[in-house]
Every structure is written in C-alpha cells, then in structure tokens.
C-alpha cells in the first residue's frame, strides 16, 4: 500500500515562497514520475508540473521560472519549491506518483 504525505502548506504575502515537501510509503516502481496538481475553489484540478526518476522536469506555463520542482530517490520525496508567488496560485496542492497514487492535499493561501 502507497501512502503519500504532504507538507508545506499555509498562509503567505504576495511575492513569498513556500516549499512544498510530499513523501512517498510503501512499494513505489523504481521507474516513476512524481508531480503535482491544484485545484482552486470552483475550478478544476490542473497540472502543476512533474519530475522522471531521471531528474527530467517540466512546468506549466502559469508556475515556470517561478516554482522548482525536485526530488530525492533516496528518500521516495518529490519538493515543490515556490517563489513569487501569486494570488491566483491560491489553491489546494496534491502531489501524485504516476497518476496512480495521490496526496490527501495541502493548503496554499497567497493573501496580504
């Protein structure tokens, strides 16, 4: 059984940086890629970005040269780092491994 775990949610200004953190229990193919979505209120969850097991990234268009997506093989952990942040990167963060399993969600609030 997989169980992903996320952390570095909260309350942050405009122009503020959190760092999300999602680590990942139990059986996890060695060939994977982890990643992470949002979901604002009344709108659909959208992709964020993702990460290979090779350290291959990519990004959405909203969040590129402002988030950094890593990870630690090591440690089954994938770190979404966030910076500039905005008003309308407001939302819930989920973190995935393959689109298979998911993350219970992390609250990220940007509000002065």
């Known amino acids: 059984q997989v169980q992903l775990v996320e952390s570095g949610g909260g309350l942050v200004q405009p122009g503020g940086s959190l760092r999300l953190s999602c680590a990942a229990s139990?059986?996890?193919?060695?060939?994977?890629?982890m990643g992470w979505y949002r979901q604002a209120p009344g709108k659909q969850r959208e992709w964020v970005a993702h990460i290979t097991n090779g350290g291959g990234t990519n990004y959405a268009d909203s969040v590129k040269g402002r988030f950094t997506i890593s990870r630690d093989n090591a440690k089954n952990t994938v770190y979404l780092q966030m910076n500039s942040l905005k008003p309308e990167d407001t939302a819930v963060y989920y973190c995935?491994?393959?689109?298979?399993?998911w993350g219970q969600g992390t609250q990220v609030t940007v509000s002065s």
């Open positions: 995935h491994v393959n689109h298979v399993y």
């Open positions: 139990g059986s996890i193919f060695s060939r994977n890629v």
